[in-house]
């Protein structure tokens, strides 16, 4: 069972930036997709960004050139760094882990293919 536990979230103003962590449980290089995931109030939840065991990143289309995933794998531990954020990026976000994975090792895009979540680190962009 894989354990996760997300940090960083805060308060800022529109432009700012945040750095978001994910404290993994265990070693999950090369064998897991990690992943963000952000729902804000009344919308479903979200892919934000993931990564996979080759460290190939995937990004959602509103954070492109904004937003930077990373993993640490000898401190078990995903980051997510937020640039230029805007009022629309306010949200609950959360660090996600699973073993499944599309043909060639790519994560899946979907919440519904992650099974480890963290309970989520609140980021709210005022305008």
């Known amino acids: 069972q894989v354990q996760l536990a997300e940090s960083g979230g805060g308060s800022v103003q529109a432009g700012g930036s945040l750095r978001l962590s994910c404290a993994v449980s265990e070693n999950t290089y090369s064998t897991y997709c990690l992943g963000w995931f952000r729902q804000a109030a009344g919308k479903e939840r979200e892919r934000v960004a993931t990564?996979?065991?080759?460290?190939?990143?995937d990004y959602a289309e509103s954070v492109k050139g904004r937003f930077t995933v990373s993993r640490d794998s000898a401190q078990n531990r995903l980051y997510v760094e937020m640039k230029s954020l805007k009022p629309d990026d306010t949200a609950m976000y959360y660090c996600a882990a699973t073993g499944l994975r599309r043909t060639g090792g790519y994560c899946y895009t979907s919440p519904a293919q992650f099974y480890y979540w963290g309970q989520g680190t609140q980021v709210t962009v005022s305008s």
């Open positions: 990564i996979d065991g080759y460290s190939r990143t």
